[in-house]
Nanobody
């Protein structure tokens, strides 16, 4: 059975760091793009960072670029989001999601193509 499970969230002070983990089971990451998304209270879901199936340079949105880094380990079937210099506006539930692509494709799917989602992990940035 395929599963996507996020972990690593928590409460952190502004300027602090967290590393989110996404454990995938039943997926061959060489055939899936992976994205990290977030949803803040009262706001819509937004994509944060993405990596294509070929493991190319991740794409990260402007609001977190330079602070957040996505990486993956295809042997462990894990995807990570290192978050540094966290700000209160980063407070949200963070989700990991997968989208099926051709093997080793460099294609980055649109957000609505991500079909396998975890349940999320809460990140709260507050003093």
């Amino acid at each position: 059975q395929s599963q996507v499970v996020e972990s690593g969230g928590g409460l952190v002070q502004p300027g602090g760091s967290l590393r989110l983990s996404c454990k995938t089971s039943g997926f061959n990451l060489d055939s899936y793009a992976v994205g990290w998304f977030r949803q803040a209270p009262g706001k819509g879901r937004e994509g944060v960072s993405y990596i294509s199936a070929d493991g190319g340079v991740p794409y990260t949105v402007d609001s977190v670029r330079g602070r957040f880094t996505l990486s993956r380990d295809t042997v462990k079937n894990m995807v990570y989001l290192q978050m540094n210099n966290l700000k209160p506006e980063d407070t949200a539930v963070y989700y990991c999601a997968l989208a099926r692509t051709s093997p080793l494709s460099s294609y980055l799917p649109t957000d609505d193509e991500y079909s396998d989602w975890g349940r999320g992990t809460q990140v709260t940035v507050s003093s």
